[in-house]
């Protein structure tokens, strides 16, 4: 048996009948339509480096609910594809048109997260096995020699200090012709990133001291407008519904009356399409702060009266982010319940994909014994499930029914690529 007959893929609560079933058989019969337009739309707009998409399957309709331009999860991959992620190195590396054979990786700071250094061990590993040398470049402050990081997977994580000489950095005598960053510059662009003459990439404008989540979900409307066009379809089955406020203070009340209206009008346009779609589900909106990661500052909300209540607790949960970075705007976005679960426990899931360039690479589900459908999964006690992601994200099988593995794998890989060209035009946009 192959790994993709073995492999456990999740169940679907919820029956394999309506609007995503026929959204599913859309995408089977228009598979070469649909290929051909991203094949256009990457002509026109190059693809980022990389990139991760939380996806939520409610079985009537499935969105991506975050992109991020930073992921941090390449230790969760299935090895056993490998080879793919080599070769999409290779494509990605050839997009960018410049001579390229040393690659700096410059990580997030917290060293003593040792998951997180996987992640940066697996990326090195990835890149080198592609055929570029690698060194990781660290921009902790006091760093002044070289520091190894030793893992649990017998890997090792050598941290050196960056030095800057005119437009160009190095570290020891390395001169990298590319830097990529896997840090978020959620605390701002270092100086030190600035004006290089190397190529620097994802942009630093694209980190979360500059980036909003409202902005990349505008360009995700207009994508998914332009997709549904093509292939008729109801957009709202793909993307979710979403509004922002000015200035908000969770600790001082300010700024609540705009959010409770903001709330109030998403919650009833959501029941609207509900009641459109016969949906027997209770609106609920999920309320984040508009530049972060990680999970932080995200809450559920199903009524105004949630928010006029918050207590102390749950209002400094969303009063400040990573690295204590303040909240002061937010984004209201539909809630989109997850109703896929993993093994015997029905335990809740969500899947995330992972893309190199523009192709689809692999990804995981993301699982949370003590979360439920409508809450982020994105919190302390989750952990992941490898995702058989093969050729299955790029060649269904139109002879089978919709809602096999294959098929719905691929339906998870051309969402996902939709949230990456609107990452693709969101980046153009802020260079």
Known sequence: MTLNETMTVPHLTTALTGPFQDLEQQMLDNQILIESWFRNAWRETQAPFYASVDLRNAGYKIAPVDTNLFPAGFNNLNPSFEALCIHAVQMAIEAIKKPIDKILIIPENHTRNLFYMENIAGLQTM????????????????????????????????????????????????????????????????????????????????????????????????????????????SWLIDPMFRNCGEVDFMKREGVDCLSKNV?????????????????????????????????????????????????????????????????????????????????????AEPVVYMLGHQVVGGFYRVHEKRSASQNLNAPGMRFEPLAFADCCISPDPKQAPDCHKNRFYAYGVIARLALLAAAREIVNAV
């Not at 549904?228 to 379809?233: K, P, R, V």
């Not at 949906?279 to 009524?303: H, Q, S, W």
């Not at 690295?323 to 896929?340: A, D, F, H």
């Open 127 to 234: 890149l080198e096995k592609a055929g570029f040398e690698v060194r990781i470049g660290s921009l902790i402050p006091d760093l002044n020699e070289p520091m190894q990081i030793d893992l649990e997977s017998s890997r090792t994580v050598c941290l050196e200090p960056i030095r800057r000489d005119i437009d160009r950095i190095f570290v020891g005598d390395f001169n990298p012709d590319l830097i990529l960053l896997n840090n978020d510059l959620a605390i701002g662009k270092p100086k030190i990133l600035e004006g290089l003459e190397q190529i620097v990439t994802p942009p630093t404008s694209l980190g979360w001291s500059s980036r909003l989540k409202s902005n990349h979900f505008k360009f995700y409307q207009q994508v998914t407008q332009e997709f549904s066009e093509l292939i008729n379809i109801d």
């Open 264 to 348: 109030d009008a998403l919650l009833k346009a959501i029941q609207v399409k509900y009641h459109e779609y016969e949906l027997d589900c209770e609106p609920f909106v999920m309320v984040k702060a508009d530049a972060g990661t990680y999970g932080m500052g995200v809450m559920t909300i199903r009524n105004t009266d949630e928010i006029s209540t918050l207590n102390r607790k749950e209002r400094t949960k969303m009063a400040t982010t990573k690295e204590g970075q303040k909240v002061s705007q937010v984004i209201i976005q539909e809630g989109v319940y997850t109703n896929e679960t993993w093994g015997n426990e029905a335990t809740v």
